[in-house]
């Protein structure tokens, strides 16, 4: 499986951005998806997933009413629409995969992982 993330950048704090992640090497419809971050001198951590159908999703709750994470099982992406962001949202963002019927709710749950798109939010 590779996952390519694309649409990060700098942000003003208030202001939006959508990452995409493109899916190949497997059947995107029978992965769940999801989103992890990992900020400068701090561990990874979950973000958001969603199921294999798209019906299911789950969202850490410093994102949580922030985020939307979504999918377009017949183009194999992934999104991440992200709004009102924070300085705190400063990041590189992954994209992961996650082959085993459940809904991921831990980036322990995720086994296949994209390069990464840095997002910096400005104060």
């Known amino acids: 499986v590779q996952l390519v993330e694309s649409g990060g950048g700098l942000v003003q704090a208030g202001g939006s951005l959508r990452l995409s992640c493109a899916f190949s090497g497997g059947i995107f419809s029978t992965y769940a998806m999801g989103w992890c971050r990992q900020a400068p001198g701090k561990e990874r951590e979950f973000v958001a997933s969603?199921?294999?159908?798209?019906?299911?999703?789950y969202y850490a709750d410093s994102v949580k009413g922030r985020f939307t994470i979504s999918r377009d099982n017949a183009k194999n992406t992934v999104y991440l629409q992200m709004n009102s962001l924070k300085p705190e949202d400063t990041a590189v963002y992954y994209c992961?995969?996650?082959?085993?019927?459940?809904?991921?709710?831990?980036?322990?749950?995720?086994?296949?992982w994209g390069q990464g798109t840095q997002v910096t939010v400005s104060s």
């Open positions: 992961a995969a996650d082959p085993n019927g459940r809904l991921p709710r831990s980036d322990k749950d995720f086994g296949s």
């Open positions: 969603i199921s294999w159908s798209g019906g299911s999703t």
